[in-house]
């Protein structure tokens, strides 16, 4: 009877898959190679590629015996005989009737030593020197020739060559990198060689010249960008990376490409379809896609955790001047919920700014840190928002007070994340230090600093609710904040202005906390929950004075002998006297 399970098979009229991994072996008596693959998925049959060059400059096709016979699945091992000395690369594609795979490279070459040449080599048919290299290393390559062995290279300062340097590369390669060349010019030449003999010289075409470091641009991450960003997995114009782009101080240059490296846990790949970099055309610092100019697109990354390459910028700086560049991201959609996107610029080789000085058209050094731009993490529709606890940029230091004195004691920000509109619910503080806060705390006032200047101004600064104080010596004190709500990536600028009694003894210290837990807060669209990052977070140290001197009752302001103005400005002694008759006068009255 028939079984219960069955399974189906499914025909893809598709090219095959690329052998899983492909090996060489060469022989140092025989002068045989031997190539080992496994398989490509849906393979018939397979193309071989021989080269002298590992960049399979001048490939030549090579149709090996197999032993024991053709194997599509598993693995088959192909030998090639008659080589002589040298270095040979090799790579394999798989086959089938609609079409071929990727090439998959052997991990390294074979090399055959033991089975010498029955003629000298020809000489190499080109030699490339680059024409100019920023720091001190210069990149050299030639075309491979049948029956060499090795090569060897030479370097001068002339092109006459009158006091060569030998600078051969091991065995067969047909490139070579040097380091630690000082500015100047330099030739190369090169020669193939056997166990019979060399071939005659092949000079470069050009020289190299290694420029100095003095001429160089600068690319940086831009201090305004944020560390942290919500996005929604279909968002779009989202500014990914802010760039401040410099030239040297005393050479133009030119921004020839820039290259733009993806990380975090999701698929880069499928999950941004579209990056554009824009330049700041209007000079606020902030993206506008009607204001900004466009320099270019590309179509995301062509890999998870891989490059997306920005090429033909041309963009010219005259020395000294700096731009502002917003890289823009698309993504697809495919972003799955707390998964991250990230992207960033480096500055190892191969460089991922290149330019060159306008002068010369020779390449220059680009300097700064890693760029990193913001870390973007996907949510879903009922993921809820977020905040963020952070200390003011004009949060006070420790600080001392007098006694019936008025002190802010902390100063910090709430932010709300890319998701929804927070609504605050409750913040509460926890007290510390020597002094009883339940006895020589009057009472405490949660205001808004309208003004971000880390001082309470009245009038100016806004007082959220009723005054409180501390229900116990290193006791908590809570403040209701209904109605209070942070829109979506904006902030709130607080302070926590504290009234000590005038019994407050001389050196004691006050000090005011936001634990875990001490800000509620609610989503105005998911009306879920909101959680607090940034906390604890903790305000300055207060010591009551000994004497005057602290701060007087404007709360953060330093007291000036003789007493302080509505404007801050010290009154004269007997200005403020006569102040003082007539305010008495009245209250008589």
Same mark, same amino acid.
């Given at each position: 009877?028939?079984?219960?399970?069955?399974?189906?098979?499914?025909?893809?009229?598709?090219?095959?898959?690329?052998?899983?991994?492909?090996?060489?072996?060469?022989?140092?008596?025989?002068?045989?190679?031997?190539?080992?693959?496994?398989?490509?998925?849906?393979?018939?049959?397979?193309?071989?590629?021989?080269?002298?060059?590992?960049?399979?400059?001048?490939?030549?096709?090579?149709?090996?015996?197999?032993?024991?016979?053709?194997?599509?699945?598993?693995?088959?091992?192909?030998?090639?005989?008659?080589?002589?000395?040298?270095?040979?690369?090799?790579?394999?594609?798989?086959?089938?009737?609609?079409?071929?795979?990727?090439?998959?490279?052997?991990?390294?070459?074979?090399?055959?030593?033991?089975?010498?040449?029955?003629?000298?080599?020809?000489?190499?048919?080109?030699?490339?020197?680059?024409?100019?290299?920023?720091?001190? =290393?210069?990149?050299?390559?030639?075309?491979?020739?049948?029956?060499? @062995?090795?090569?060897?290279?030479?370097?001068?300062?002339?092109?006459?060559?009158?006091?060569?340097?030998?600078?051969?590369?091991? =065995?067969?390669?047909?490139?070579?990198?040097?380091?630690?060349?000082?500015?100047?010019?330099?030739?190369?030449?090169?020669?193939?060689?056997?166990?019979?003999?060399?071939?005659?010289?092949?000079?470069?075409?050009?020289?190299?010249?290694?420029?100095?470091?003095?001429?160089?641009?600068?690319?940086?991450?831009?201090?305004?960008?944020?560390?942290?960003?919500?996005?929604?997995?279909?968002?779009?114009?989202?500014?990914?990376?802010?760039?401040?782009?410099?030239?040297?101080?005393?050479?133009?240059?030119?921004?020839?490409?820039?290259?733009?490296?993806?990380?975090?846990?999701?698929?880069?790949?499928?999950?941004?379809?579209?990056?554009?970099?824009?330049?700041?055309?209007?000079?606020?610092?902030?993206?506008?896609?009607?204001?900004?100019?466009?320099?270019?697109? @590309?179509?995301?990354?062509?890999?998870?955790?891989?490059?997306?390459?920005?090429?033909?910028?041309?963009?010219?700086?005259?020395?000294?001047?700096?731009?502002?560049?917003?890289?823009?991201?698309?993504?697809?959609?495919?972003g799955q919920e707390h998964e991250d996107f990230s992207i960033s610029v480096a500055y190892t080789y191969?460089?991922?700014?290149?330019?060159?000085?306008?002068?010369?058209?020779?390449?220059?050094?680009?300097?700064?840190?890693?760029?990193?731009?913001?870390?973007?993490?996907?949510?879903?529709?009922?993921?809820?928002?977020?905040?963020?606890?952070?200390a003011s940029p004009f949060a006070p230091q420790d600080e001392e007070a007098d006694a019936g004195g008025?002190?802010?004691?902390?100063?910090?920000?709430?932010?709300?994340?890319?998701?929804?509109?927070?609504?605050?619910?409750?913040?509460?503080?926890?007290?510390?230090?020597?002094?009883?806060? @339940?006895?020589?705390?009057?009472?405490?006032?949660?205001?808004?600093?309208?003004?971000?200047?880390?001082?309470?101004?009245?009038?100016?600064?806004?007082?959220?609710?009723?005054?409180?104080?501390?229900?116990?010596?290193?006791?908590?004190?809570?403040?209701?904040?209904?109605g209070e709500t942070i829109s979506p990536n904006q902030s709130m600028s607080l302070l926590l202005v504290?009234?000590?009694?005038?019994?407050?003894?001389?050196?004691?210290?006050?000090?005011?906390?936001?634990?875990?837990?001490?800000?509620?807060?609610?989503?105005?669209?998911?009306?879920?929950?909101?959680?607090?990052?940034?906390?604890?977070?903790?305000?300055?140290?207060?010591?009551?004075?000994?004497?005057?001197?602290? @701060?007087?009752?404007?709360?953060?302001?330093?007291?000036?002998?003789?007493?302080?103005?509505?404007?801050?400005?010290?009154?004269?002694?007997?200005?403020?006297?006569?102040?003082?008759?007539?305010?008495?006068?009245?209250?008589?009255?």
């Open positions: 009877s028939w079984s219960e399970w069955s399974a189906q098979v499914t025909v893809n009229d598709v090219p095959p898959g690329p052998p899983f991994m492909f090996s060489v072996s060469g022989s140092s008596s025989g002068g045989t190679v031997t190539l080992s693959i496994s398989a490509g998925n849906g393979a018939v049959s397979y193309e071989f590629e021989e080269d002298y060059r590992a960049d399979f400059a001048n490939p030549v096709q090579v149709y090996p015996s197999i032993s024991p016979g053709p194997q599509p699945i598993g693995w088959g091992s192909y030998v090639l005989s008659g080589k002589t000395d040298g270095m040979y690369f090799y790579r394999v594609r798989s086959v089938n009737s609609f079409g071929a795979s990727d090439w998959r490279p052997a991990y390294g070459p074979a090399v055959i030593t033991g089975c010498p040449a029955p003629n000298p080599p020809a000489v190499p048919g080109s030699l490339t020197v680059s024409q100019g290299q920023m720091y001190n =290393w210069i990149r050299i390559s030639w075309t491979g020739v049948a029956d060499a @062995s090795s090569y060897v290279l030479q370097e001068d300062t002339t092109d006459a060559f009158t006091n060569p340097l030998d600078v051969t590369p091991l =065995w067969a390669q047909t490139e070579n990198t040097l380091y630690n060349r000082v500015p100047g010019t330099y030739y190369y030449r090169v020669k193939a060689v056997n166990s019979l003999g060399s071939s005659a010289w092949r000079n470069g075409s050009n020289p190299c010249v290694v420029v100095a470091m003095t001429s160089a641009a600068v690319v940086a991450t831009n201090s305004g960008m944020p560390a942290f960003r919500d996005v929604r997995p279909d968002a779009l114009d989202v500014v990914a990376l802010v760039l401040d782009v410099k030239a040297d101080p005393v050479r133009s240059v030119e921004i020839r490409s820039l290259t733009l490296s993806a990380s975090g846990s999701a698929d880069d790949c499928s999950g941004i379809a579209m990056l554009r970099l824009y330049r700041d055309a209007d000079g606020d610092g902030v993206w506008n896609e009607d204001a900004d100019a466009l320099l270019k697109s @590309s179509g995301g990354f062509a890999a998870d955790n891989g490059t997306s390459l920005f090429s033909g910028l041309d963009r010219f700086l005259p020395a000294g001047a700096s731009e502002v560049w917003f890289v823009v991201a698309d993504f697809t959609g495919s191969p460089a991922s700014v290149t330019a060159v000085d306008f002068e010369t058209g020779l390449p220059i050094p680009v300097n700064g840190p890693p760029a990193t731009g913001t870390k973007m993490t996907v949510y879903g529709s009922d993921t809820p928002g977020s905040l963020t606890v952070s008025c002190m802010v004691m902390a100063a910090f920000a709430l932010a709300a994340g890319d998701r929804e509109a927070v609504s605050l619910t409750g913040i509460s503080f926890k007290a510390s230090g020597s002094g009883d806060d @339940s006895a020589h705390v009057a009472s405490l006032r949660l205001a808004e600093d309208k003004n971000c200047d880390g001082l309470f101004t009245p009038g100016i600064d806004r007082v959220i609710g009723s005054p409180q104080t501390f229900n116990a010596d290193d006791g908590t004190a809570s403040f209701g904040a209904s504290c009234d000590f009694a005038s019994s407050a003894p001389a050196g004691s210290t006050f000090k005011a906390e936001m634990a875990a837990g001490s800000v509620q807060a609610s989503g105005m669209t998911t009306a879920m929950q909101i959680p607090v990052d940034g906390l604890p977070y903790a305000g300055r140290t207060v010591t009551i004075a000994d004497q005057g001197g602290g @701060s007087d009752g404007r709360c953060g302001v330093p007291a000036v002998a003789g007493g302080v103005d509505s404007f801050g400005a010290a009154l004269p002694f007997a200005l403020l006297a006569a102040a003082m008759a007539i305010a008495a006068a009245f209250r008589r009255r």
